[in-house]
């Protein structure tokens, strides 16, 4: 290959222009434009024809090198290297988890963290059955976390949960009867429908415009229904990506009180978005039971949630609830969870994530163009499709391509006419990977599907 032929385009707010050049370089090894063998250009030549410092072009080469994308045969120059390993493997854009963040040394942060809990915990204690709830630190750790959403909070007002998804299965025990109706918007959580179906109760769409569920559809449901609860994810809705506005939240929170039903406020993304407004749990303390997950905004693997429950009664029938399926959090992770809250370790990790999660909206916005449905934060892009294509068909398509994406059915509370789908822009580890599924995806919709 001549030296001219590969040259890389970079984005004036695409981020760290050496990482740009490593991540386009990756790009063109997994599309074939560059292959095994290849000759890259001499550094000077490629830092003038790209108008950047040789030093730029030296710290891509190296970062290329580290993953092992280039290898140097001296005086010959440098070449693409044959893969040590699979770059066509799937690319996963159908898990919603945080992006690794640049300049933040994960690893490092996980040790030092789990260090500081051996040196200051009682270790036999960190392997022990604890009461549901939490211990009092673990609370206020949760108080301190959720401080930018309520201020003060009384931390003996949280309940520190094994995850979300284990939160709202324990409301729905605690706060419904078999037969039950939740009411819900269209296009919801799928860990909604997976626990009310398992428990047997019904769920019901209410109708929602761009600002989220209509207030007046929502009373008149709860005059026919007389539902037992409604669950909501105002902030970055999953899968939507719509954040409601506070004028609408105080309106349903005003029709909860009114109809005397209770709401889940699920609320994982709201640390991720830009000036969010306050939660609907403001508006209305004694009807909204809120849940913030940290595995949105720093990791999974933590599986650690706070519940806020304002009222003691209720919080000894949730306690009583979560027990009767998942006794405890893992007390290691919740100290770990703790001790990253306490030492501003988790805060440093979540502004990273925030910054990741914006650079890669601003990539799918170039490569999706119209198509892109995003507020340019969160974790997700929820993309409407041409006419063409039907969204279980196109998942099935972007499957033959190597690509994972979840169709609009996935989020159905009941029957849809939706024609959608959601994309996930953190679970792709590698920036250069994420850019490869995302021009493929791009390119997939740009054609009718086969008949």
């Given at each position: 290959?001549?030296?001219?032929?590969?040259?890389?385009?970079?984005?004036?707010?695409?981020?760290?222009?050496?990482?740009?050049?490593?991540?386009?370089?990756?790009?063109?090894?997994?599309?074939?434009?560059?292959?095994?063998?290849?000759?890259?250009?001499?550094?000077?030549?490629?830092?003038?024809?790209?108008?950047?410092?040789?030093?730029?072009?030296?710290?891509?080469?190296?970062?290329?090198?580290?993953?092992?994308?280039?290898?140097?045969?001296?005086?010959?120059?440098?070449?693409?290297?044959?893969?040590?390993?699979?770059?066509?493997?799937?690319?996963?854009?159908?898990?919603?988890?945080?992006?690794?963040?640049?300049?933040?040394?994960?690893?490092?942060?996980?040790?030092?963290?789990?260090?500081?809990?051996?040196?200051?915990?009682?270790?036999?204690?960190?392997?022990?059955?604890?009461?549901?709830?939490?211990?009092?630190?673990?609370?206020?750790?949760?108080?301190?976390?959720?401080?930018?959403?309520?201020?003060?909070?009384?931390?003996?007002?949280?309940?520190?949960?094994?995850?979300?998804?284990?939160?709202?299965?324990?409301?729905?025990?605690?706060?419904t009867k078999p037969g039950d109706v939740i009411l819900a918007?269209?296009?919801?959580?799928?860990?909604?429908?997976?626990?009310?179906?398992?428990?047997?109760?019904?769920?019901?769409?209410?109708?929602?415009?761009?600002?989220?569920?209509?207030?007046?559809?929502?009373?008149?449901?709860?005059?026919?229904?007389?539902?037992?609860?409604?669950?909501?994810?105002?902030?970055?809705?999953?899968?939507?990506?719509?954040?409601?506005?506070?004028?609408?939240?105080?309106?349903?929170?005003?029709?909860?009180?009114?109809?005397?039903?209770?709401?889940?406020?699920?609320?994982?993304?709201?640390?991720?978005?830009?000036?969010?407004?306050?939660?609907?749990?403001?508006?209305?303390?004694?009807?909204?039971?809120?849940?913030?997950?940290?595995?949105?905004?720093?990791?999974?693997?933590?599986?650690?949630?706070?519940?806020?429950?304002?009222?003691?009664?209720?919080?000894?029938?949730?306690?009583?609830?979560?027990?009767?399926?998942?006794?405890?959090?893992?007390?290691?992770?919740?100290?770990?969870?703790?001790?990253?809250?306490?030492?501003?370790?988790?805060?440093?990790?979540?502004?990273?994530?925030?910054?990741?999660?914006?650079?890669?909206?601003?990539?799918?916005?170039?490569?999706?163009?119209?198509?892109?449905?995003?507020?340019?934060?969160?974790?997700?892009?929820?993309?409407?499709?041409?006419?063409?294509?039907?969204?279980?068909?196109?998942?099935?398509?972007?499957?033959?391509?190597?690509?994972?994406?979840?169709?609009?059915?996935?989020?159905?509370?009941?029957?849809?006419?939706?024609?959608?789908?959601?994309?996930?822009?953190?679970?792709?580890?590698?920036?250069?990977?994420?850019?490869?599924?995302?021009?493929?995806?791009?390119?997939?919709?740009?054609?009718?599907?086969?008949?």
């Open positions: 290959m001549q030296d001219e032929i590969w040259l890389p385009r970079l984005a004036v707010h695409g981020g760290p222009r050496f990482l740009q050049i490593a991540d386009a370089l990756q790009t063109a090894v997994i599309d074939g434009a560059l292959k095994p063998g290849d000759r890259l250009p001499p550094q000077r030549q490629l830092a003038a024809q790209l108008d950047v410092d040789l030093t730029t072009i030296t710290r891509a080469y190296d970062e290329a090198r580290r993953r092992n994308l280039l290898e140097g045969r001296g005086a010959r120059g440098t070449y693409v290297a044959a893969p040590k390993v699979e770059l066509n493997a799937i690319l996963d854009l159908s898990m919603n988890t945080p992006p690794p963040p640049d300049g933040v040394d994960f690893d490092d942060m996980l040790k030092q963290g789990l260090s500081q809990v051996l040196m200051r915990a009682d270790n036999e204690m960190l392997m022990a059955y604890h009461l549901a709830g939490g211990s009092d630190s673990d609370r206020k750790a949760g108080a301190q976390w959720l401080a930018p959403m309520f201020g003060d909070l009384d931390a003996r007002q949280l309940m520190v949960c094994p995850g979300a998804q284990a939160a709202i299965a324990a409301l729905i025990l605690a706060l918007e269209p296009m919801s959580y799928p860990g909604l429908r997976a626990a009310a179906t398992q428990f047997g109760r019904r769920l019901v769409a209410v109708a929602t415009d761009q600002h989220g569920m209509l207030p007046g559809m929502l009373e008149a449901a709860c005059r026919q229904h007389q539902p037992a609860l409604v669950y909501l994810n105002p902030t970055l809705q999953n899968p939507t990506a719509t954040t409601m506005p506070a004028r609408r939240r105080k309106e349903l929170a005003s029709i909860a009180k009114r109809c005397n039903v209770r709401i889940i406020e699920d609320d994982p993304y709201w640390l991720l978005a830009d000036a969010p407004p306050p939660p609907i749990a403001t508006f209305a303390p004694e009807q909204v039971y809120y849940i913030a997950t940290l595995s949105k905004c720093l990791t999974p693997g933590l599986r650690v949630a706070f519940v806020l429950i304002r009222d003691p009664q209720q919080r000894e029938r949730f306690l009583a609830a979560l027990r009767s399926f998942a006794l405890m959090a893992a007390p290691l992770t919740s100290a770990l969870a703790t001790q990253w809250i306490l030492d501003g370790s988790a805060g440093g990790l979540m502004e990273g994530i925030r910054k990741e999660a914006r650079l890669r909206h601003r990539m799918a916005r170039d490569i999706l163009a119209g198509r892109y449905v995003g507020a340019g934060d969160g974790l997700h892009v929820w993309l409407e499709l041409p006419a063409y294509w039907n969204s279980s068909q196109l998942a099935h398509a972007a499957d033959n391509e190597g690509i994972a994406v979840t169709p609009a059915e996935a989020f159905a509370t009941g029957t849809t006419s939706v024609n959608a789908i959601r994309i996930s822009l953190g679970s792709i580890k590698d920036r250069g990977h994420l850019q490869a599924g995302l021009q493929r995806l791009s390119h997939l919709l740009a054609r009718r599907p086969q008949q």
